[in-house]
Nanobody, 126 residues
Framework: QVQLAESGGDSVQAGGSLRLSCQAS????????MGWFRQAPGKGREEVAA???????RYADSVKVRFTISQDNAEDTLYLQMNNLKPEDTAMYYC????????????????????WGQGTQVTVSS
């Protein structure tokens, strides 16, 4: 079974940048999609970005251009580079994986994901 551990969250000012990491360990699947989601206080969890095993990438409209998802398969690590951060990006950020299931259609659909990390906090001040 795969385990996920996020890191890289911090407090930054608006306009700043952060890079989140998600280290996967345990059993690695050849078929998967992996994604970043976030949850702000008092709000539901929302999709941010996702990537699948053939490199297809999807972004939520709210982060397009500003955020970049990438993966290092040799290191079993998923990244989220976040630039030009805004106060509305403040949230707990989670990475997730479909754990052996190929994802088709909308990679950002939360139903694909069955394994989640514990999250890393991002706080953006104005």
């Amino acid at each position: 079974q795969v385990q996920l551990a996020e890191s890289g969250g911090d407090s930054v000012q608006a306009g700043g940048s952060l890079r989140l990491s998600c280290q996967a360990s345990g059993y690695m699947y050849s078929s998967y999609c992996m994604g970043w989601f976030r949850q702000a206080p008092g709000k539901g969890r929302e999709e941010v970005a996702a990537i699948d095993d053939d490199g297809t990438i999807r972004y939520a409209d709210s982060v397009k251009v500003r955020f970049t998802i990438s993966q290092d398969n040799a290191e079993d690590t998923l990244y989220l580079q976040m630039n030009n951060l805004k106060p509305e990006d403040t949230a707990m950020y989670y990475c997730a994986t479909s754990g052996g299931q190929s994802c088709t259609g909308n990679l950002l659909l939360e139903n694909w994901y069955n394994k989640w990390g514990q999250g890393t906090q991002v706080t953006v001040s104005s």
